[in-house]
């Protein structure tokens, strides 16, 4: 069954450093996204992106955020300048027109 | 943001017994809803989805129940399994391609 593949799938960062979150959707996939969920709290939508540009963001979204699909198969998302309530789970989705959402495993970012 | 709300933090069920998980909606524009099952550590994992235009939709063991005007939906786990012991999240989505908004998640237990 097809997967979508994030990497790392823990990263450690100290406050203020840059970090790159990857992830490899579904090849057949038009639709992406970044969620994330911190600790003991709600899964957070934070982008989506089609057509090679974003297609909503949420408030969290802020400009220490972006994304960008450079190779027609990598889809990632950078965080200029981390912070410690930056730390989360963050998933990678995508989906087909048919509403199919796949998740994948996750990248743990913990902010020191 | 409490447009999809799980009131319930957690359920115990004795093994071979039904599963009743509940969600409620507050926006009228969503149009299809989505259940996950999340393990500790790892990406949502898709249960079962149901659109606006159907009031049931049934996968094995697991059946979703849409009931628009009261702006509810319930997935029902029947008989359930120890293994079915996990995060149960319910998502909405609005348009093709469109964010999820999750609830809180109900953290099941099924017990042998």
């Known amino acids: 069954e097809p997967e979508v593949t994030q990497t790392p799938s823990h990263q450690v960062t100290q406050m203020g450093q840059e970090v790159i979150l990857r992830c490899v959707p579904i090849?057949?996939?038009?639709?992406f996204y970044w969620y994330r969920q911190i600790l003991g709290q709600k899964v957070e939508f934070l982008v989506s992106?089609?057509?090679?540009?974003?297609?909503?963001k949420s408030e969290i979204f802020d400009d220490q955020f972006s994304v960008e699909r450079p190779d027609g198969s990598n889809f990632t998302l950078k965080i200029r300048s981390t912070k410690l309530e930056d730390s989360a789970m963050y998933f990678c989705?995508?989906?087909?027109?048919?509403?199919?959402?796949?998740f994948g495993s996750g990248t743990r970012l913990t902010v020191v | 943001d409490q447009q999809v709300k799980q009131n319930s933090p957690s359920l115990s069920v004795q093994e071979g017994r039904i599963s009743i998980l509940n969600c409620d909606y507050t926006?009228?524009?969503?149009?299809?809803f989505l259940w996950y099952k999340k393990y500790p550590a790892e990406g949502p994992t898709f249960l079962i989805s149901?659109?606006?235009?159907?009031d049931k939709n049934e996968d094995g063991r697991f059946t979703v129940f849409l009931n628009k005007s009261a702006k509810h939906l319930s997935l029902h786990i029947v008989p359930s399994q120890p293994g079915d012991s996990a995060v149960y999240f319910c998502?909405?989505?609005?348009?093709?391609?469109?964010?999820?908004?999750f609830g809180q998640g109900t953290e099941l237990s099924v017990k042998p």
């Open positions: 989705a995508s989906s087909d027109p048919n509403y199919g959402y796949t």
């Open positions: 090849s057949n996939h038009l639709y």
């Open positions: 992106f089609y057509n090679n540009e974003i297609s909503e």
């Open positions: 926006n009228s524009m969503f149009d299809y």
């Open positions: 149901i659109s606006s235009i159907k």
């Open positions: 998502a909405a989505g609005s348009n093709q391609g469109g964010k999820l908004i």
